[in-house]
């Protein structure tokens, strides 16, 4: 059965709260204040049965101009709205106000009470019609049905009854699928129970002993009961009104405009994407800057309207808009949120979300006017690939990308593969996509630096993967260094050889000179075989020698010669040797000694440690407490 949400509007003393009390028989002025002044200073709420027991709320806003805001904290969760109009009054202020509000919040159906009918004759009640009929013309209430009744006499209230039925039965019903989320709109304790919070459940469902955020805080809270219309109940679904007992947090840690949540499904922001629209009927304009009330869910915040493309809309005007706010808030893209003038405080207009959490944008950006157009009416495509683009460096997973764009998870993958495909994202895993341009951006920075390296290091096979991947390390880039490479060599811009990376077409030339200096060095390395001198003083009788170190470089580099330790090198055919030599004595005798392998080599103590050492590091022997074995002998 649908959940619905009726909220009142209307101007002030205009018998909202009675008529209320006509439908449902609840009262929802609860405060002493109100009972004592006559008029409805907070929200009130109530609920209204039909005949096939379907159950609705209902939610009684101020009428009076000091408590529209906390009007707009109701309004917001509204599916169908009731106008109220008295028929002693007629259209006031408020009623002007409260229907541009609704407007404004996007609510497609509602109907039109004319109250206190009992107080005038039937020609006045028929102007009264009249003037609702020139009011509503081109809003949402244009054609909606026009009731009067009498609470006093009990007329028409039966005919309303019907009439709601009908409504809430036309409208769609709210998924209570994915992510749950509760704009709070009030806050109390209860002894023995503690902090309970209450608001309209906009989507998903909440449980019973459900672990959930408390919103923009972002601390996690216990779920320990949950009522829907003053019953306790194990799960609450979008639509209902909901009472929630949530006994971790104390009340005076709890605003109202704060937000229930699944974790991770909502990004506290102080900066908002908006389409925004002015009532065409105000005498105001928003200026590029002006500050304003902002009021979205049940939140009222104060903020900068900051303009795309102009400096100023005037009535009736639209366009595209950046909310920088004095403070964080959690909405999603297509809430609604209005805007008042900052002082004195009074309608300018509204308009819908785009996106909740975005990064700042320059005015008159010819990329940025782009982004809000997509933001507004582009596609699944266009919308994944700008949030890929807009989040650079975030390395945001598909799930994380479609809930900051408003997408459908389960589709998601399947539009970050066709894009992959197109060539406008690349995949980094199977979960995180980034977009084409960065790594555009991640593959020029690397080139860059091996350019660098290769002019300054022309025998050089290439950088170490290790001076890479630190190089990558900015931002989260370096956790996915290694996904990022393998990417460049599969595009051929790099190639990776025994560990040196360079570009995919660098070879080392080796000039003439160069070429005796490789053949001297060769050649002194194969006469010495295990009897080297160290490699600081080999190198230090050849310092006048240009080009000598370069040279001696890339031969490590080539694993032509062998860097056993800080002290000695050896040709690669005498280190071979030396393998083949530990073999033939493990063979023999499983675990080799020291003394034993020195003799065997006819070498220095010094340089039988320092092979046996190097042998070790690369998984060749391991040392024991016997002596050394072969590792594959284990």
């Known amino acids: 059965m649908k959940h619905v949400i009726i909220g009142t509007a209307g101007h002030v003393d205009h018998g909202k709260t009675f008529l209320i009390k006509a439908l449902t028989g609840i009262d929802t002025d609860r405060l002493k204040e109100e009972k004592k002044r006559g008029i409805t200073i907070e929200l009130g709420f109530a609920y209204l049965d039909f005949p096939d027991g379907q159950r609705v709320g209902i939610v009684d806003v ?29 259209i006031m202020p408020q009623t002007v106000e409260h229907l541009d509000i ?51 006499k009990n007329q028409g209230i039966d005919t309303l009854k019907k009439v709601l039925k009908e409504q809430c039965d036309s409208l769609e019903e709210r998924s209570d699928a994915g992510h749950f989320r509760l704009p709070i709109d009030r806050i109390f304790t209860l002894k023995g129970f503690g902090t309970i919070v209450t608001g309209t459940l906009m989507e998903g469902r909440i449980k019973k002993d459900q672990e959930v955020i408390l919103y923009p805080e972002n601390v996690s809270v216990k779920v320990r009961s949950i009522q829907v219309h003053s019953e306790n109940t194990d799960t609450a679904l ?49 200026r590029h800057g002006s500050r304003v009330h902002v009021y979205v869910g049940t939140k009222e915040l104060l903020g900068k309207v900051i303009l795309m493309d102009r400096e100023e809309l005037r009535a009736g005007e639209s366009g595209y808009a950046q909310l920088r706010l004095e403070e964080e808030t959690v909405v999603r893209k297509g809430d609604h949120f209005v805007l008042r003038f900052y002082s004195p405080v009074e ?10 959490c975005p990064r700042k944008h320059k005015r008159f950006d010819k990329k940025a006017l782009k982004s809000f157009q997509i933001k507004e009416n582009g596609s699944q495509e266009e919308m994944l690939e700008l949030s890929a683009l807009e989040h650079q460096g975030c390395f945001y997973s598909l799930a994380e990308l479609a809930d900051r764009s408003s ?24 979960q995180i996509y980034i977009h084409r341009e960065e790594m555009d951006a991640y593959s020029g920075e690397v080139t860059s630096f091996l350019d660098e390296f290769h002019k300054n290091f022309p025998l050089k096979e290439g950088m170490g993967i290790e001076e890479v991947r630190s190089r990558l390390k900015s931002g989260k880039a370096g956790s996915y260094a290694d996904a990022l490479l393998r990417i460049m060599k599969q595009e051929k811009l790099i190639k990776d050889q025994n560990g040196y990376i360079s570009k995919y077409r660098f070879k080392v030339v080796v000039k003439e000179d160069e070429d005796a200096i490789i053949r001297e060095i060769i050649q002194y390395y194969q006469d010495v075989g295990f009897a080297p001198l160290t490699t600081e003083l080999y190198t230090k009788e050849h310092r006048s020698q240009k080009k000598f170190q370069a040279v001696f470089t890339s031969l490590l580099n080539k694993k032509i010669l062998i860097r056993l330790d800080g002290q000695y090198c050896i040709h690669c055919e005498y280190y071979e040797k030396a393998q083949i030599a530990f073999r033939e004595m493990a063979e023999q005798k499983n675990v080799v000694l020291l003394g ?23 998984g060749f022997t391991r040392k024991t407490a016997e002596g050394r074995v072969l590792r594959t002998l284990r």
Do not use: W
């Open 62 to 90: 101020p009428g009076h101009e000091k408590f529209v805001k906390n009007m707009l904290a109701g309004a917001g969760g509204m599916d169908l709205a009731m106008l109220v109009v008295a028929a002693d009054e007629g």
């Open 102 to 152: 609704l407007s404004i919040l996007g609510i497609k159906k509602g109907v039109v009470v004319i109250t206190k009918t009992d107080l005038v004759d039937q020609d006045f009640v028929e102007l009264v019609e009249e003037d609702i009929k020139e009011l509503t013309e081109g809003t949402f209430l244009e054609g909606a049905p026009v009731i009067p009744v009498s609470v006093y």
């Open 238 to 286: 979008a639509g209902q009104r909901v009472a929630v007992n949530i006994p971790d947090r104390k009340k005076e840690e709890i605003l109202r405009g704060d937000v229930l949540a699944s974790k991770n499904s909502l990004y506290p922001a102080r900066m908002l994407d908006v389409k925004l629209e002015v009532l065409k009927h105000t005498e105001r304009l928003i």
């Open 347 to 356: 309608t300018l207009g509204g308009g819908i979300i785009l996106d909740a």
């Open 407 to 430: 997408l459908d998870r389960s589709k998601v993958k399947n539009i970050a593969k066709k894009l992959a495909e197109e060539k406008k994202l690349v995949a980094i895993t199977d």
């Open 596 to 618: 034993e392998f020195r003799d065997y080599l006819g070498c220095s103590r010094r340089m039988a440690v320092a092979v046996l050492e190097h042998f070790d590091k690369n």
